[in-house]
């Protein structure tokens, strides 16, 4: 046992002088790699990039259907988070569920028909909010009460206020009849849902 010990005591001693300087180069590199970070401008840059940002549209049209939607999106460290949508929307049919996305124009020089299509930068087909593949203006059906009146506030994981795929200066439109999420079986069920006309919009504004 005694000779055992003696055998293994240096062989011990040498693998944990072998652990400790490999602890000791790990802790070296973690530390540069911080400092390093720390002085490289950009990185100061990215997070200036990512402040907290709202949004507002205020909706009417050709109908006695009008509301307010905010959108607001804050940081998780340097990146964007998901975006929450909030608003209430009035005047529409009791009980029901009305088409409700981003579309790509924020032109209303003939109200709510110059909008053009759903905002649609990947080229996908027409989704539900849930599905990976949609259109990043997919927000699905807001549900009014037996009063006509949606009060919603959902988040939204495609949907931004910067960056390339920012929805600023677009339009927020709700529709007349209900948004199938591309699942109906009509011709136009991929690319608007089959939900009909356009009730109300608002174009997306920088908001305080
Ligand atoms: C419908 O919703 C609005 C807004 O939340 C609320 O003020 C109203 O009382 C509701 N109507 C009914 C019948 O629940
Ligand atoms: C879908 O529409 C096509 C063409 O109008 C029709 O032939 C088919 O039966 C419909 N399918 C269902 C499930 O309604
Ligand atoms: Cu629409
Ligand atoms: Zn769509």
Redesign the pocket.
């Known amino acids: 046992m005694s000779t055992r010990r003696s055998l293994n005591g240096p062989e011990t001693q040498t693998r944990r002088s072998t652990s400790s300087r490999k602890a000791w180069w790990i802790g070296a590199a973690v530390i540069a790699t911080l400092v390093g970070y720390s002085l490289w401008p950009e990185s100061n840059i990215v997070q200036e990039q990512c402040t907290p940002l709202k949004a507002v549209a205020v909706l009417s049209g050709s109908s006695d259907v009008s509301g307010v939607v905010y959108f607001s999106q804050g940081c998780l460290g340097h990146a964007a988070s998901e975006t929450t949508i909030s608003g209430?929307i009035?005047g529409l049919d009791a009980s029901s569920s009305r088409g409700f996305h981003v579309h790509e124009l924020g032109d209303a020089t003939d109200g709510c028909m110059s909008s053009g299509s759903h905002y649609n930068p990947l080229k996908f087909n027409h989704g539900a909010p849930s599905d990976h593949k949609r259109h990043v203006g997919d927000l699905g059906n807001i549900k009014?009460?037996?009063?006509?009146?949606?009060?919603f506030s959902f988040e939204d994981r495609l949907l931004s206020l910067r960056g390339p795929f920012s929805i600023l200066g677009r339009t927020v439109v709700v529709h007349e009849g209900t948004d199938d999420l591309g699942k109906g079986n009509y011709s136009d069920s991929l690319t608007t849902g089959h939900a009909g006309g356009r009730a109300a919009c608002g174009v997306i504004g920088i908001a305080a």
């Open positions: 209430t009035k009014s009460n037996s009063s006509g009146i949606a009060e």
